[in-house]
């Protein structure tokens, strides 16, 4: 069996708003809050970020690694990963069905919701998708429109 993904949250992240705590408990996923002194060793893992070259199925045989915080706070859980992993982006014309409504600060163009995310490279590596949008409040609309791209 391969390595479950993995998925770093930060403390300040609302659980309420995580696109990606209905995943909790899966076996194919590892779930990590980044407290004070928390480590990950990355090496590895594909990690998903912009500007880095996009995903492919080369990347098939690698584990996933999701930073899951807003922009504003990632650079702080950025600080808690380690080793070498892998970077990777996402194609840039897939957009978010997520509707983002911040008063701080602007989103990178193409930024995702951290399900949508996942879905998006489980598929670019040819690895399984199902019920992975099962419970994800905007998955027709962002299925419809992944399709469309």
């Known amino acids: 069996m391969s390595r479950p993904d993995v998925i770093i949250r930060h403390p300040k992240e609302r659980l309420s708003k995580c696109s990606l705590e209905p995943l ?11 407290r004070p002194g928390f480590l990950f ?3 590895g893992y594909v990690l998903l970020q912009v500007d880095a070259p996009v995903l492919s199925p080369e990347d ?45 600060s602007e ?3 193409g930024s995702l ?22 419970h994800y409040h905007w998955r027709d609309s962002f299925l419809r429109q992944f399709q469309e791209s």
């Open 24 to 34: 909790r408990g899966r076996e194919d996923l590892i779930f990590h809050t980044a």
């Open 41 to 43: 060793d990355a090496t």
């Open 60 to 104: 098939a045989g690698l584990p996933l690694l999701l930073l899951d915080s807003t922009w504003r706070l990632l650079p702080k859980l950025q600080n808690c990963v380690v080793g070498e992993p892998v970077p990777r982006s996402l194609p840039p014309h897939v957009q978010t069905a997520y509707p983002r409504i911040s008063k701080i």
């Open 107 to 109: 989103d990178p163009t």
């Open 113 to 134: 919701a951290s399900v949508e995310a996942l879905y998006c490279a489980r598929l670019l590596q040819g690895r399984p998708t199902q019920s992975l949008l099962k």
